[in-house]
């Protein structure tokens, strides 16, 4: 079988005009052509009059040898690659420990933990929450009656922070093995909809997030993992060799509990900032990594719609439309849009108290009245908090607190129209773009909670952006701050083995560990990390 990249067809084509389209571009007959799937989907919308759709597709043809040695140069006629997961390793017969734990039930320790007991290894999996059921229930307390949980809440508790997101499943990632497909077919098979497997932009939703992890924590268990709920890992047992290396022995548990590990997948998500400061002080190699900050802004879809697919906008096959934007300011800072969520809303995802931080989310359908995006810009440790590990930690939390008092000190968030952005003046009401964000908004000049050089870059990005996208500058469109969990301020740093630097058994992953960004890289970095624990327990087999 072969694998035909790059195959355009007009927006409304039928599904049998794929076949025909196949013989042409590679110049056989339909007799020769046995059978085709569709590998990937995706539209391009340079053209509005003139919408493409462009697959990719799996092609079966009676002699495949000669016309792949036909288009030996073409680089979209390759054979089919091999996606298919294979296990790296499998516990000893008969393992019962020491097992390997997993901090944190997000989709890197989900994934961690699922790999681990497809293994064999009966993996304990740790969360400082509750299960998502419950967790949902605590969230909604803020949004709806402003009342935080700093245990459960957007941030912290089973699915992690992806679970109250647009559930986007596309990453810029480096995957030869093809991980991100082993993440996507166990998605599927815990309720996903088939089509995330080929389209070229699959996203989920939190509804259906929700329940797809309670369906993996149940594999997890039949295979003989087990999940502890409420157990905050507040300190960790590290041993000093003779030899003076460090090694993981053991974690102390919220209440008192100690439990012997040496392998430890840390999984903690970009908000364990508690965590992060108990590493530091054990002596963890930690070091301080580049972040971003800035608002959410709110369009209404339907501006959106009308600006990237013209007379084509709301065609079933396009769905809600997106966009990423990016711009390089005179100032040498860089604004870009993050994580967008079309048709969706703007959430309060705090996780400390007294602290306003905004995210967004959107379900399945993609269906609310606004688009919003994170409008933020991109900071680096050297010039903006230098000298502490931790010091992008504080800078957060300078600018969430701010938030919070600018705001009116109830978890509403301050909020300001663009054109009174642009202006430099404090919004006093709204225009014709309604807000989100839950528990409420306040009316103000975004001035007070964000830095100069941040506000200076948002004014020059605003009408470039504007350019690009019609309306997307307009004097109504509403900026709620603040966002500031972009992406960990910290770098847990590991080596070529996926240990810490300087203490063995403990295993970094994931966002919270500065090595991923988003659901579907933390995922395959909780494979990589898995397998990395598995070589541990009985030597590298690959």
Not at 171 to 180: E, W
Not at 228 to 242: C, G, N, Q, S
Not at 391 to 409: D, H, I, N, Y
Not at 533 to 541: E, I
Request: net charge negative; glycine share 10%; proline share 6%.
């Amino acid at each position: 079988m072969l694998r035909l990249s790059n195959l355009s067809l007009p927006l409304d084509h039928p599904l049998e005009d794929i076949g025909p389209a196949i013989c042409r571009r590679l110049g056989v007959p339909e007799r020769d052509l046995v059978s085709w799937t569709i590998a990937r989907r995706a539209h391009d919308a340079r053209k509005k009059a003139a919408i493409l759709m462009v697959y990719t597709v799996d092609v079966e043809l009676r002699d495949e040898a000669a016309v792949l040695a036909r288009f030996a140069d073409d680089s979209q006629v390759r054979p089919r690659p091999d996606t298919d997961y294979k296990l790296v390793a499998k516990a000893p017969e008969g393992f019962e420990g020491p097992r390997p734990v997993v901090i944190g039930a997000g989709p890197c320790g989900l994934f961690a933990g699922l790999i681990l007991a497809q293994m064999g290894f009966k993996p304990i999996i740790l969360d400082r929450g509750k299960v998502v059921r419950e967790r949902t229930k605590d969230t909604w307390g803020l949004w709806r009656k402003s009342v935080l949980n700093p245990e459960s809440n957007v941030q912290f508790g089973e699915g992690g922070a992806g679970t109250f997101s647009d559930g986007k499943l596309y990453s810029q990632i480096k995957d030869p093995r093809h991980l991100g497909r082993k993440v996507l077919e166990e998605f599927v098979a815990a309720g996903a909809p088939e089509e995330i497997l080929t389209e070229a932009h699959p996203h989920i939703g939190t509804f259906r997030l929700v329940h797809m992890v309670e369906q993996m924590r149940a594999q997890i268990e039949s295979l003989g993992g087990e999940y502890r709920w409420r157990h905050k890992v507040e300190d960790f047992d590290i041993e000093t060799t003779a030899d003076g290396s460090r090694r993981l022995k053991g974690l102390h548990i919220a209440g008192g509990e100690y439990l012997a590990a040496d392998h430890v997948v840390l999984a903690i998500g970009h908000s364990s900032r508690d965590t992060f400061q108990t590493l530091y002080d054990r002596g963890v190699h930690i070091e301080a990594k580049p972040f971003s900050i800035g608002v959410r802004i709110e369009h209404p879809q339907s501006w959106m719609d009308r600006a990237r697919f013209g007379a084509c906008a709301g065609h079933p096959d396009l769905g809600a439309a997106d966009y990423s934007l990016s711009h390089h300011c005179s100032n040498g800072r860089t604004v870009y849009s993050f994580c967008m969520c079309p048709g969706g809303t703007v959430v309060a995802a705090t996780s400390e108290p007294n602290r306003v931080v905004t995210n967004g989310m959107s379900q399945y359908s993609r269906n609310e009245r606004n688009a919003n995006s994170g409008f933020v810009v991109g900071i680096d440790p050297e010039r903006d908090y230098p000298g502490h590990p931790l010091a992008g930690v504080e800078f957060q939390r300078k600018w969430e607190s701010l938030a919070f008092t600018a705001g009116g000190g109830d978890y509403k968030a301050p909020a300001q129209k663009v054109g009174d952005f642009l202006a430099r003046r404090p919004s006093e009401e709204l225009g014709v773009v309604e807000p989100s964000y839950k528990p409420g908004i306040k009316m103000t000049d975004l001035a007070e909670c964000l830095p100069p050089f941040v506000l200076e870059a948002m004014r020059e990005a605003l009408p470039v952006f504007g350019r690009q996208i019609a309306g997307y500058d307009h004097p109504d469109v509403l900026m709620t701050g603040v966002e500031t969990r972009t992406s960990s301020p910290v770098r847990i740093t590991r080596g070529k083995d996926f240990q810490s630097l300087n203490v063995a058994g403990l295993f970094p992953a994931g966002e919270g560990a500065g090595y991923a960004g988003g659901i579907l890289s933390a995922a395959v970095d909780g494979i990589k990390v898995a397998e990395a624990v598995a070589a541990a327990y009985v030597g590298d087999t690959s």
